[in-house]
């Protein structure tokens, strides 16, 4: 059974910092592409950063490039999210997701997200 | 960036109507396209992915159509269970979600 669970929500200040984790198990992790989706309180969904299976390739919406970093470790079979620089904004529940044919090409990822995690909340209020 | 347009935004109806509802690219996106099933408090559940495809597990009543720029989720007879908010997201071009569809009882 796939199973997805997210971890590092909390409150945190503007400008601040947060690393989120997800740590996947019943599949193998490596040879699919994951992503982060997040959705604002009362909102719709927000696609916000992919990673290849390897690792090796990264994607990122406009809205948090240059400010979040996306990667894994395949060994650990854990996917994270490094925020930084934190705005109000940026305030919502943090999805991870799996892809569901886990193929990236070098300026995008492909198939559509089969599995999710149950969430993190993300709060960036003084 | 390709914009997905998704409409109505929200639609009432009753157990056993048949409701559509649609998604418009700004561009071509073959059928690179999926349908997602959100309950309040709860993650997205895959329905329909590549468009037409029925993922496992989900009742049959559900259906996808299109290709190209104009895309149809239809639930042919509503059941209670139904009533939630459904997403587009196109995968062709990085991601993109449609703005949501809450499908409330009439």
């Known amino acids: 059974e796939v199973q997805l669970l997210e971890s590092g929500g909390g409150l945190v200040q503007p400008g601040g910092s947060l690393r989120l984790s997800c740590a996947a198990s019943g599949f193998t992790f490596s040879s699919y592409a994951m992503s982060w989706v997040r959705q604002a309180p009362g909102k719709g969904l927000e696609w916000v950063s992919a990673?290849?299976?390897?690792?090796?390739?990264?994607y990122y919406a406009d809205s948090v490039k240059g400010r979040f970093t996306i990667s894994r470790d395949n060994s650990k079979n854990t996917l994270y999210l490094q925020m930084n620089s934190l705005r109000a904004e940026d305030t919502a529940v943090y999805y991870c997701a799996k892809d569901r044919v886990g193929y990236c090409s070098s300026t995008s990822c492909y198939g559509e997200f089969d599995y999710w995690g149950q969430g993190t909340l993300v709060t960036v209020s003084s | 960036a390709i914009q997905m347009t998704q409409s109505p935004s929200s639609l009432s109806a009753s157990v056993g109507d048949r409701v559509t509802i649609t998604c418009r690219a700004s561009q071509g996106i073959r059928n690179d396209l999926g349908w997602y099933q959100q309950k309040p408090g709860k993650a997205p559940k895959l329905l329909i992915y590549?468009?037409?495809s029925l993922q496992s597990g989900v009742p049959s009543r559900f259906s996808g159509s299109g290709s190209g720029t104009d895309f149809t989720l239809t639930i042919s007879s509503l059941q209670p269970e139904d009533f939630a908010t459904y997403y587009c997201?196109?995968?062709?071009?990085?991601?993109?979600f449609g703005q949501g569809t809450k499908l409330e009882i009439k």
């Open positions: 990673i290849s299976g390897s690792g090796g390739s990264t």
């Open positions: 997201l196109q995968d062709y071009n990085l991601y993109t």
């Open positions: 590549a468009a037409s």
